[in-house]
């Protein structure tokens, strides 16, 4: 058996900085609040928990004054930072520069649409971390999108900027920015750049891994995908590996792994999402390595 972790996953830029200001801070501070999960991994949670970081939500958030808080880097609305200058409390700003500018870019889309009575559409997932962040940028009126069903909400009537969710497919943005267009064109009957503005503000670490990804799966038998279930990155990735390769399975840990998915004869490739920490790939690794080492071990 041949076991290789895919040199492309682990963590993105954003998350490796967030955990390293994270762990930094924690070296000389008793306590170290994180505003949510600080990834969307529960074995990198819970490591980080027992050295310290504690996680909480927005309404503690209220109850809380004179401390130190993390904000992870799917970034904050500006309502986090009013709330910690009322309260004294000192952020952590781990906020990932992409998602900063991001943040900025539909700030002054929405100053725009709001003079020209238009709409902000954001492709992502309603309460995530980096919506919510996005939304707050517009006095939550955004028009966050992720199904078909949701584009009932849009007014095609009225001028449409649209924005991604950094972390989204980009096959699914431009599926969504086709039919926005279609739709466009049946209420008006044409299309402008007046009508319509789409921007593909997707992460090109995170969508560069997609076809990274697709050619790591199709040189291995058996690919098992390491992921948080919380993570949408790592179930739209484990989506490109099901898709090359069939022989593909979904895990948090090598507890979750069923040694009948795997033949002593397989090249077995290990990956994952952005949110996955390369010492739980190699945790993986070793666990189906001691499979092919056990007298016991038999082909299905």
Not at 80 to 86: C, G, S, V
Not at 237 to 260: A, G, H, M, T, W
Request: overall charge negative; some cysteine.
């Amino acid at each position: 058996m041949e076991v290789t972790i895919d040199k492309n996953s682990g963590y993105c830029f954003g998350v490796e900085y967030a955990i390293q200001m994270a762990e930094d801070e924690m070296e000389h501070e008793e306590a170290l609040y994180c505003l949510g999960d600080i990834v969307h991994n529960d074995m990198e949670v819970k490591r980080l928990s027992e050295k310290g970081l504690k996680v909480i939500d927005r309404e503690q958030l209220k109850w809380l004054s004179d401390c130190k808080v993390l904000i992870r880097a799917h970034g904050e609305p500006p309502e986090t930072y009013k709330l910690a200058i009322e309260n004294n409390i000192e952020l952590i700003d781990a906020s990932c520069p992409v998602v900063l500018k991001l943040q900025h870019r539909v700030k002054n889309a929405f100053d725009k649409m709001e003079k020209e009575r238009g709409q902000i559409v954001i492709y992502g997932k309603k309460g995530h971390a980096e919506v919510i962040g996005l939304t707050g940028q517009t006095l939550e009126k955004a028009i966050v999108v992720m199904e078909d069903k949701d584009l009932d909400r849009i007014d095609f009537s009225r001028p449409v900027t649209l924005f991604s969710q950094t972390t989204k497919s980009t096959k699914g943005f431009y599926a969504l920015k086709d039919k926005i267009e279609a739709r466009i064109r049946e209420e008006k009957g044409t299309l402008t750049e007046l009508d319509f503005n789409a921007n593909d503000s997707i992460c090109r670490q995170v969508s560069n891994r997609e076809p990274q990804l697709a050619h790591f799966a199709g040189e291995n038998d058996v690919i098992v995908f390491v992921s948080g279930k919380k993570s949408s990155n790592g179930k739209a990735l484990f989506q490109v590996c099901k898709q090359v390769n069939p022989r593909s399975y979904f895990v948090e840990s090598e507890e979750e792994i069923d040694p009948s998915w795997i033949k002593s004869e397989d090249k077995v490739g290990i990956c994952g999402a952005t949110s996955t920490p390369m010492w739980l790939m190699e945790q993986v690794k070793s666990f189906i390595v001691s499979l092919d080492e056990k007298p016991a071990f038999v082909q299905p």
